[in-house]
């Protein structure tokens, strides 16, 4: 054990760091075209024609495609297709693609691009999921829910929840606002496909979900999936944003088809926005209803969000907007009611910490309002309600570890919160918000739940290498790295010795990619089995030269050993040797398939996961009353991932999620005017400078998971949600106002900030031991 | 044209309205150098031209004629990584590694300029977007170099 738990820096920065590593957008094929997407300027309307003869006659264009050629709808919910590669008949959003060139050089497929005619009649543009939540007189998709544009509804009532609020003590209510978020990775999304001669299509591209495109790409061209390969090289950055298989990968596909070519698609930053799927708009109302003494007794949920013009995980969105409100908090009674309504602005999608980031906003905020109404410290009353460990919540969610009373302990003594809470000067303010994610979603959604969720394949052959096929996809957070350092572990070899081969359909088995959390756990777990089934060969050739039981053999520093007789040893590859006589290469596997959990009703799988983070943050903040700028100094944040594998990814992955988490609350928007997107570039879509990040202190707090991987639960999701109401609530202990639109830019900080002052000045909010004086 | 590019002289005949970005990528085939933004506001395609950080997404081609250029394949050496590169490594300063070659130029320019503080540092990669990191960790590792370079 001398790889798992340590500080291992990542397996492919050395390539990374030197511009060495592959990109999609790096990859050229000989004979390679460029293609180009004609977008649509209308964000709904009916296609009444298309004119593309004077494009297709500019020099260089090879290839043409329309919507009408490949008209099969996609989607990465197997119930939700609605996505097409190229509009057919008519448009739905502006950005959205009409036609598809390629040419013999990026520039004359533009040229050509500029000569494409598209007439277009227009059609109501719904920009309000309010009123796509009514009567409509014109559906965004025919699939909608009734007359109106909603694409989804759910309904769901546990526990006595009338009952609950008409005994409550104390009911806060708070009607969150928040504006849509974008992933914004770094890398552009890319795309190269080669449909070779052979009939075999082969497509290279920045994906999380190279298992998902695969069947896409079979699905809507055609192909049988055998002939169909998907290679994800490098992925710089995710996040969500490439979790679904997307129209410009079909239609890279589709064009070298068409034109018996390669061809690259290399999306630019504004394209990047107008394929957004981030995070959806959202309007919601909490309600908590409390006793006394401060015991929660019930919950009410409602969220009404904003879609765009496609379903993308939205079905998965509307469930997790009120089911991950069930922890880490002990709630008796819960109802939640969560509307998805279509609009003609770029889809909404999955983004870091899916569907729970505004509901556990308010959630968050609200404990800090029912805190202020009781008259105790906000830290306390969390500790009061929260879940214990090894427990099922009433709407069926298996808990199992939860350290995250140790978490809050942990903050609130980091951040010397006793002394600060409500005692810093005014302008100064000190904030907590607790939360918890997933580790991977109990219920597969790309095949029947008979395969496993992840499968790792390992092979050993004379050089002592060992190569590891998997399917998860290492967008940057280090899966990859994590891979090599469970493998190397359990095989007893340096790190150096473990190659990680790019994941290729062709020879990695199915995983369901990188989303949901579920890559450390359920990976994580399959490469463990995988490595300890190889194990076992070179145990069992350990034994036949030294005629010592298997069994007791131990492995580590490139030997297997007796561990009471040391001298009886066999060296890694003398073992590899041996076990190989007569049989030529090693090789394994190992899987993982997450137990059966949940109840039987509808949508009872939704939320169900093997094992749950847990996370408590302290934030502070200074506010520039006079500018309305509010500035984060600090964050203690406590999080429960077990027992890490590697603590200087989860640290990078806490400090990460502050950074998107900050950008939500403090300034990020996808700013729309009816359905125009005003800011698609990073010029103007506005993320947390280098100068505006706090001071993060990362405390790693958990005991070991009993069933993942080491005792490993997630950290890429969970560290996200309690960074914003976190800050907000320090915010109200700074200047006693509470926030509750978002994004909180100076401006709007600065107009509340001025009608308080107005209405009679601006004070810090009392402490609880002086409310009864 | 001629230019000099991480040391080798090249002579390139670009169209007029060519940037330098696709110079190195597609001419050169220097694909180190990274398109994140097209306004100059990521920092991806940062090169430096005569040791002078560079947007190459705004930089036409025939604006460093006779020039010297340093791409991130000429950051590191025959020795190997640079002293920077390997502290972005051990200490996290990276994780999807799209933002890492413009982010070791701007540091190594930074670093060109004499000692700097961790202000100082912060602001020399303002510039330089990275969603992954929150960014503590690559000024983390460009302190280690500070003070490997120059005492504590």
């Known amino acids: 054990m001398t790889k798992v738990g340590n500080r291992i820096p990542l397996v492919d920065a050395p390539l990374k760091v030197a511009g060495t590593a592959t990109y999609a957008g790096d990859i050229a094929r000989s004979g390679m075209l460029a293609g180009k997407i004609v977008r649509s300027p209308e964000a709904h309307a009916r296609i009444l024609s298309i004119d593309v003869w004077e494009a297709a006659s500019e020099p260089g264009v090879a290839a043409i495609l329309t919507g009408d050629r490949y008209p099969v709808p996609f989607g990465v919910l197997p119930i939700t297709h609605d996505e097409t590669m190229l509009a057919v008949r008519k448009v739905r959003y502006r950005g959205e693609g009409v036609v598809a060139i390629a040419a013999t050089s990026i520039e004359a497929a533009e040229r050509a691009a500029r000569k494409v005619r598209v007439e277009y009649e227009r059609l109501p543009e719904y920009d309000d999921p309010e009123v796509s939540a009514g009567p409509v007189t014109e559906k965004i998709h025919e699939r909608a829910v009734g007359n109106t544009n909603l694409q989804k509804e759910v309904q769901q009532s546990f526990g006595p929840v009338d009952e609950a609020f008409r005994d409550a003590a104390h009911i806060v209510t708070v009607r969150g606002r928040f504006a849509g978020v974008t992933h914004a990775a770094l890398e552009p999304h890319a795309v190269v496909a080669d449909f070779a001669s052979d009939g075999r299509l082969t497509v290279w591209s920045s994906t999380q979900v190279p298992h998902y495109l695969h069947l896409a790409l079979s699905e809507v061209l055609g192909i049988p999936e055998h002939r169909v390969r998907v290679v994800k090289p490098t992925v710089g950055g995710g996040f969500g944003g490439k979790g679904d298989p997307f129209p410009h990968e079909l239609v890279a596909a589709a064009l070298s088809i068409e034109a018996q070519r390669p061809v690259r698609i290399v999306l630019g930053r504004e394209e990047v926005f107008y394929l957004n799927h981030g995070r959806h708009p959202t309007r919601n109302t909490v309600r908590i209803a409390a006793d006394a003494e401060g015991q929660l007794r019930g919950l009410d949920v409602d969220a009404l969000i904003d879609g765009g013009a496609a379903s993308s995980f939205g079905t998965v969105t509307t469930y997790y907007n009120g089911v991950l409100s069930v922890g880490p908090y002990h709630i008796p009674a819960f109802r939640y009611r969560g509307r998805r309504a279509y609009t003609n602005k770029p889809p909404s999608g999955a983004m870091r910490a899916h569907g729970s980031v505004n509901t556990r906003y308010s959630i968050e905020v609200g404990m800090d309002m029912l805190a202020e109404e009781l008259h105790v410290d906000p830290t306390e009353l969390r500790l009061r309600n929260f879940l214990p460990p090894d427990t099922t919540t009433l709407n069926g969610f298996r808990i199992t570890s939860n350290s995250v009373a140790r978490c809050l302990g942990a903050a609130r003594a980091r951040s010397e919160w006793t002394s600060k809470f409500r005692a810093l000067p005014l302008g100064e303010g000190i904030g907590v918000a607790c939360g918890f994610f997933i580790s991977g979603s109990n219920s597969p959604i790309h095949f029947t739940p008979k395969f496993p969720q992840s499968t790792v394949h390992l092979k050993i052959d004379v050089d002592g290498g060992v190569t590891v096929h998997s399917g998860a996809a290492d967008i940057g957070q280090g899966s990859d790295t994590v891979l090599a350092q469970i493998v190397a572990d359990v095989l007893g070899v340096g790190i150096d010795r473990v190659r990680v081969a790019a994941v290729d359909t062709d020879t990695a088995p199915v995983d369901l990619g990188s989303y949901s959390s579920r890559v450390t756990f359920m990976m994580g777990n399959a490469a463990r089995r995988a490595a300890e089934a190889m194990l076992a060969q070179l145990r069992n050739a350990a034994a036949q030269i030294t005629g010592q039981p298997a069994e007791k053999f131990v492995a580590a520093e490139d030997r297997l050993s007796l561990p009471d007789h040391p001298e009886v040893a066999v060296a890694y590859l003398d073992a590899v040797h041996a076990a190989m006589e007569h049989t030529g290469a090693l090789q394994s596997s190992g899987s993982y398939e997450s137990p059966r959990i949940g109840g039987d009703f509808k949508g009872a799988r939704a939320g169900t996961s093997p094992s749950y983070s847990f996370a408590a943050y302290v934030a502070q903040v200074k506010v520039d009353t006079d500018l309305g700028r509010i500035r984060v100094k600090n964050v203690w944040a406590a999080f429960d991932c077990g027992r890490p594998i590697n603590p200087l990814l989860v640290e990078g992955q806490i400090e990460g999620s502050i950074h998107m988490g900050l950008g939500q609350l403090l300034g990020e928007e996808m700013h729309y005017r009816g359905t125009r997107l005003m800011n698609p570039s990073l010029l103007e879509y506005r993320t947390i400078s280098p100068e505006d990040m706090p001071e993060v202190e990362c405390l790693l707090v958990g005991d070991a998971d009993p069933e993942g991987p080491f005792g490993a639960k997630e950290a890429g999701e969970g560290p996200l949600p309690p960074v914003l109401p976190a800050v907000a609530n320090a915010v109200y202990d700074a200047i006693g106002i509470r926030f509750l639109d978002l994004p909180l830019t100076p401006d709007k900080v600065w107009r509340a900030i001025e009608a308080r002052r107005k209405e009679g000045g601006l004070v810090k909010p009392p402490r609880p031991e002086d409310h009864d004086r | ?152």
């Open chain 2, 1 to 152: 044209m001629k230019l000099r590019v991480n040391g080798l002289e090249y002579e390139v005949h670009p169209p007029p309205e060519r940037l330098l970005v696709d110079l190195l990528r597609e001419d050169l085939h220097l694909t180190g150098t990274k398109r994140g933004c097209e306004d100059g506001s990521c920092g991806a395609c940062t090169v430096l031209v005569d040791r002078e950080p560079r947007h190459a997404c705004l930089t036409l081609a025939h604006m460093v004629e006779g020039r010297d250029v340093t791409t991130i394949e000429g950051a590191s050496s025959s020795f190997g990584l640079s002293s920077l590169q390997r502290a972005l490594i051990e200490n996290g300063g990276l994780q999807c590694g799209f933002c890492a070659p413009g982010m070791v130029l701007a540091v190594e320019a930074c670093l060109l300029r004499g000692k700097p503080t961790r202000e100082e540092i912060r602001e020399a990669i303002a510039g330089n977007y990275c969603r992954c990191t929150g960014y503590a960790k690559i000024v983390d590792a460009a302190e280690k170099v500070v003070r490997e370079r120059w005492g504590p």
